[in-house]
């Protein structure tokens, strides 16, 4: 799911004139998919073309700490829910099968894209947390994250499988 995001940036990136190739990597910042170097290597009016480049296609993007941090809604996934499932993903399949609620849900697709992408350990170790944030959300009567049961389906085939989402 982020290798998609990832390729429609690249080009747009290495368009820009710049000292050497710039980085594009998973962010470590909660609320951003990608980070790029390319404050650090390029000049400030570049940067400024680049980022009005991806703000027209649905890019928001920020500074932080000489990295531009950049982060767009990840298009909803055609993922049918598997047959079976095991482990903490297949936990939170299950739960997100059962309650449909609409609570928002951005932050937990960004993590779920972004765990998905990095493998099977960091992706059953965020499923955990949120297997147990689901449980405490249900015990209170509060709404769970639907919209992102389909991102859960993608990375759950993905990592059993033996692909990349």
Not at 21 to 49: E, G, M, N
Not at 123 to 137: D, G, I, P, S
């Amino acid at each position: 799911m982020l290798r998609e995001l990832r390729m429609q940036l690249r080009p747009l990136l290495e368009a820009v004139p710049a000292q050497r190739k710039p980085a594009l990597r998973r962010s470590d910042a909660p609320d951003a998919l990608l980070a790029t170097d390319l404050p650090l290597i390029a000049s400030p009016d570049a940067v400024a073309a680049f980022r009005a480049n991806v703000a027209r296609l649905g890019w928001h993007t920020a500074l932080r700490n000489g990295w531009l941090i950049l982060d767009a809604p990840v298009p909803a996934p055609d993922a049918p829910i598997p047959a079976s499932f095991t482990g903490e993903c297949g936990c939170c399949i299950s739960l997100l099968m059962r309650h449909k609620e609409a609570a928002p849900a951005q932050d937990v697709i960004r993590a779920i894209v972004k765990a998905a992408e990095a493998g099977p350990i960091p992706l059953e170790r965020l499923c955990k947390q949120l297997h147990v944030e689901f449980a405490a959300r249900l015990r209170q009567h509060a709404p769970l994250p639907g919209d992102a049961l389909p991102y859960f389906c993608v990375a759950y085939r993905a990592i059993h499988k033996g692909g990349t989402p």
